[in-house]
């Protein structure tokens, strides 16, 4: 408790610290604030830069100190599995060598080598993957816009250091905490810090209170907080675990609620130590009674426990997934967080953007009109001035004006013009503007945006060359016009501009009004070539597709029909508004086009596929799309994303193709596949030894096996499954999503698990015509239910790895096999030769091999008909 209290003291005392240095910067004038932090408005220069960078290290929070080898070694080692062994060790070296009248290390030997041996095999699988991990996470970084010697670079976050001087717009992350300098309209996320739903405004200058709260302040940027609208520059207060956040020692995304996977692996846990807890009383009371050994009964009743348990999951699902994530890698899928490579699989609704995933993400600026649709080169000029002279982030939208204009020739207005402010775009108005002055002083007021939008803005018309007043009939012609185009695919942007501009310098939403709507801008985003036959692919693996856009309804149309998504059915981001949860749930039963939603009618629709049941994908790379991303079971984004969106995401695209997306879904069944498949051998194969054990304490006068005996057979058949993450998956298992089911585990034992009991006994039956059934026939008969309980464990892998008939229309891949193969050689040298007496076993005479082959064929083929059974009752296998 002392230390506790000791710990949680520096965690506070670091956090008052924290907020102590931020607050003192907080109140501090420009002058003054450059002098604290040795740096100017130019930023640091280089070899000041390095030498901050040696002294704060890199601008990484870490949770607690990474533990040395050493350390990490002991971890893997020390498990409960481990623990019993070294027990049993510590008794066998007592009575073998202590109080023996000849010591005998032999068996003390082998049971250290076999704690030496899986502790070694935990902690190599361990560092593999995490090694495995690291490298994936370098494929990917976010990036920030830092001034050094007066020069703009774009350097990764970890290089930023205190006295940095950063600009920010629309999408980034704030890398650290820092002190406003510049701002325009910056709104930024701090949820992670504060759990505000709302976005809060910040700016440069002194207009907090002394004792308002830190995360209150107006004028600091915390890190974990993301920049929703506007621009800003700041400077660098802080970094790593000096942070505010990181003086809480949390990580900035937290911890996520366990997915279905690892819920599912709880439960089938939970179930196999109810069944251990229930049995092991029963088998050490009736060994009591029945031997008279309680000692032994105990010990024996002990080792059963641990031999009921899975203690290799952990290395099998680490590797597993590691392996996963690697093989996705090589399809340009990366995996941020392991555990969700399994819910890529059991996804069966993707939710995705238009732009750059059905489309080519190559916008071309096609036309540029009047309000009467005739081509009009000076809306071309209008567009432009508003794109080019614009803060915040330049989106392709913008891009495609400004290409199109610089073909035109048009570069040289910009010198007449000079920007007085602007309002930034936002996700309810839709729409940006940008105030400009001529070399004259004449200011006017130029807005683009969503036709909607800028029409209910919009007072006035400029119609054959005279301003006329708007009315209904003119913004209806305007709507024909807009859909009209729409329909064609182009997506349309209407233009305007007014030129009673206050004499004011700072503007806002309220100064977009009356305006004069002269035109529009469409542009066209071909549909990708590969986009239908990878929606085609999806649809046959159980996906569906689901566009949510913020586009049009008539371009997102055209772009559906052209790529196969079925969009007979559609509704808009007003259609969504209106409808309640009840009405929302039934219509994404059939709707598979949202269009012009914003982002949080986007986040309503994925949680309205969540709660009819689905596992639902979100696939975007914008601003708008981080709260569906956060939302959806498994968030999906693109290495050119803007940040906030590749914080968010589980999984990151290197290439944006929805060809690469079904890779990755294969993938993920695959890996799911292969730990389906040793949970269901373990968990019935346990099963059904619960039931040996029992039936041998009763009719038996010595034990079934050895404590020492049972853990190296344990630990024997858990080597021999350590090939089965590289198995093969068949390709019918990957043809539909594939969800944790613990019912069909508890189904898979109890109908698998009686019979490996069935052919125990008859492999009693057999050792006690053979080597008899008194006290002195234990040792026979303990190696050769050692020798049958191993390889029928070893080659009843190959059985249940697939619903197919094995070794002929479904093989195993080659680390399997030499897995496999390897025990069961181990296993029948060991049986058949003088190192049984190692185990406390008496070899097996030759004449007990026949039945062995007798046994494990009846075994393989009684499998293979109950499988039959299986399938034709549950409809499925694994």
């Not at 002058?31 to 390095?50: N, R």
């Not at 400077?235 to 609620?257: C, F, H, Q």
């Not at 009991?757 to 015509?769: E, W």
């Not at 080659?814 to 049986?831: I, K, N, R």
Request: aromatic fraction near 8%; charge should be neutral.
């Amino acid at each position: 408790m002392r230390f506790l209290k000791k710990g949680g003291t520096q965690l506070q005392q670091r956090k008052n610290d924290s907020e102590k240095t931020l607050r003192a910067y907080a109140f501090l004038e420009p002058p003054a604030l450059y002098a604290a932090l040795s740096s100017s408005p130019a930023g640091l220069d280089a070899e000041q830069a390095e030498k901050r960078r040696e002294r704060y290290g890199r601008n990484v929070i870490s949770s607690g100190k990474s533990r040395r080898a050493p350390r990490r070694l002991l971890a893997a080692a020390v498990n409960p599995f481990n623990l019993v062994l070294f027990v049993i060790a510590v008794i066998t070296f007592f009575t073998d060598v202590i109080y023996a009248l000849r010591p005998d290390y032999l068996t003390v030997s082998i049971i250290l080598s076999l704690i030496a041996l899986s502790g070694l095999t935990a902690f190599i699988q361990g560092e593999r993957s995490n090694a495995a991990a690291e490298r994936l996470s370098k494929l990917i970084s976010n990036k920030a816009d830092v001034l050094r010697d007066g020069r703009l670079l774009v350097l990764a976050m970890d290089e930023i250091v205190p006295g940095d001087v950063v600009r920010l717009s629309s999408g980034d992350m704030i890398p650290a905490d820092l002190r406003f300098l510049s701002t325009k309209d910056a709104f930024v996320a701090q949820a992670a810090l504060t759990g505000e739903s709302y976005p809060v405004e910040k700016y440069a200058d002194i207009r907090s209170k002394r004792d308002d709260a830190l995360t209150d302040l107006k004028n600091i940027g915390f890190m974990g907080s993301n920049m929703v609208s506007g621009s800003a520059t700041g400077i660098v207060l802080a970094t790593n675990n000096e942070t505010y956040i990181g003086s809480m020692a949390k990580p900035l995304t937290g911890d996520r609620a366990k997915n279905s996977f690892e819920r599912g692996v709880d439960s089938v846990s939970g179930l196999l130590i109810r069944l251990m807890l229930v049995m092991v009383p029963v088998i050490l009371l009736i060994n009591g009674l029945t031997k008279g050994d309680w000692g032994g009964a105990l010990l024996f009743a002990v080792t059963i426990a641990v031999g009921l348990t899975p203690e290799m999951l952990p290395v099998i699902m680490t590797s597993t997934l590691a392996k996963g994530a690697v093989s996705m890698s090589k399809h340009q899928v990366i995996v941020k967080t392991l555990g969700a490579i399994q819910t890529f699989g059991e996804m069966d609704i993707l939710c995705t953007d238009k732009t750059g995933t059905l489309t080519e993400d190559r916008i071309v600026l096609e036309k540029y009109m009047n309000a009467a649709g005739e081509d009009d080169t000076r809306i071309l000029r209008h567009a432009y001035l508003n794109s080019h002279f614009q803060t915040g982030l330049k989106n392709l939208l913008d891009l495609a004006i400004i290409r199109r204009a610089a073909e035109n020739g048009l570069e040289d207005i910009l010198r007449a013009y000079t920007r007085v402010d602007e309002i930034p775009f936002d996700f309810s108005r839709r729409r940006m503007s940008v105030v400009l002055a001529d070399e004259n002083g004449k200011r006017q007021l130029v807005t683009k945006g969503a036709v909607d939008e800028m029409l209910a803005i919009c007072s006035f018309v400029e119609w054959n060359g005279r301003i006329l007043e708007m009315t209904e009939t003119l913004r209806r012609q305007l709507r024909i016009i807009d859909a009209r185009y729409g329909a064609d695919g182009l997506r349309m942007i209407a233009v305007a501009q007014k030129n009673e501009v206050p004499g004011i310098e700072v503007f806002g939403v309220s100064d977009e009004c009356d305006m004069v709507f002269i035109g529009f801008v469409g542009f066209l985003d071909p549909p990708k070539a590969s986009a239908e036959a990878a929606i085609s692919a999806l649809r046959e693996h159980g996906v569906r597709t689901v566009v949510l856009t913020g586009d049009s309804e008539g371009a997102a149309l055209k772009v559906c029909g052209r790529v196969g998504v079925d969009a007979a059915h559609y509704l808009s981001g007003k259609d969504v508004e209106a409808m309640d949860d009840p009405s929302l749930l039934e219509a994404v039963k059939t709707c598979n086009l949202f269009a012009k939603l914003s982002p949080s009618q986007k986040e309503r629709v994925v949680r309205a596929f969540q709660a009819n049941g689905h596992t639902v994908g979100y696939m975007g790379d914008g601003i708008n799309d981080a709260p569906p991303l956060r939302q959806a079971d498994v968030g999906i984004s693109v290495d050119s994303a803007v940040d906030i969106a590749k914080e968010t995401a589980d999984i990151i695209l290197l290439k944006k193709d929805l060809t690469v997306l079904e890779e990755g879904v294969l993938e993920g069944r695959r890996t799911f596949g292969n730990i389906v498949k040793y949970i269901k051998t373990a968990a019935s194969g346990n099963f059904g030894n619960m039931i040996s054990v029992i039936a041998a304490s009763v009719f038996l006068p010595f034990l079934p096996m050895l404590p020492v005996q049972i853990l190296t057979q344990n630990l024997l058949c858990d080597f021999s499954q350590m090939g089965i993450p590289f198995d093969r998956v068949d390709r019918e298992y990957l043809q539909k999503p594939r969800k944790w089911e613990t019912g069909s585990i508890k189904a898979f034992m109890a109908f698998m698990g009686p019979l490996s009991s069935v052919f125990d006994l008859l492999c009693f039956a057999v050792m006690r015509r053979i080597a008899g059934a008194g006290e002195a026939a234990a040792p026979a008969f303990q190696c050769g239910w050692f020798v049958f309980g191993t390889v029928s464990q070893v080659l009843v892998i190959h059985m249940i790895r697939t619903a197919r008939l094995p070794f002929i229309r479904s093989r195993a891949a080659g680390p399997l096999v030499v897995s496999t193969a390897l025990v069961a050689a181990v296993t029948l040298l060991t049986g058949f030769s003088a190192i049984a007496a190692g185990l406390d076993m008496a070899a097996l005479p030759l004449g007990f091999a026949p039945w062995l082959i007798l046994l494990l064929i009846g075994y393989c083929l009684s499998t293979q008909v109950l499988k039959r059974l299986y399938i034709r009752r549950f409809g499925e296998w694994l």
